[in-house]
């Protein structure tokens, strides 16, 4: 029945899950998680997302969780009607799988209500993953608006060269205006060759980067390393 499931159409897909799962949890073993992500009703989201946040799954049940309905927001635009806000409990997960998962997720469902400062608060920690870090600026960056401009700019000013580059890189695709004269002050602080390859890389692959960066480059030019 899974692996029927996973090669016909979505929509036919759906009407045998709603059938199946009628009354009865979802189960961690085999497909059923991912199923749902593919082919699932808002019903059928709101049952993994209440599975998820009583406790039903391990850890890697959580990671799946999380991921199948990253992946029906992104790829169908369906999202369970629940408090989007209840993601941000897994945040702070032991596993940085989840963490990921979790931001990802953040980033896609977009209303984190009160919760969405807590993206920048965990960007900007000193000791973290790069994977979480990037993880937590990616939802920012993908949640938008002039929030997530505002959100990202301190980052800039602080003491780690990672954040710095993974904060530009995100605003520059915001609003690369902006973000040029920011990205040139990164660029002369990073202390490292590499470093600024990175990020030069991640400026160029902006759309008008190149025009934008163009107007306000210093006059003495760049740092030996950038």
Known sequence: LE??????D???????????LKGKNIPENGSWIEIIGRAGTVLELEQLHRQLIVGDFSIDGQVRALRSMSH??????????????????FFSSSDIKVQIAALSLAGTWKDLGEKYEELATIAGKQNLDSRVRQAAINAIREIGGDRAFKALEPLVEVS????????????????????????VK????????????????ALLSVKNAESSLVKVLPERGFSQDA
């Open 186 to 201: 990164v660029l002369n602080r990073l202390e490292t060759e590499q470093e600024a390859l990175v990020l030069w890389r």
């Open 72 to 89: 029906a927001s992104r790829n169908r635009n369906i999202r369970p009607n629940i408090d989007k806000s209840s993601i941000s409990d």
């Open 10 to 20: 979505p929509s036919k897909a759906s009407e045998v899950i709603s059938v199946f």
């Open 160 to 183: 780690v060269a990672e954040t710095q580059s993974m904060a530009i890189a995100a605003l520059a695709v915001l609003d690369i205006n902006q973000a040029a004269p920011l990205a």
């Open 3 to 8: 692996f029927g499931l996973k090669t016909i």
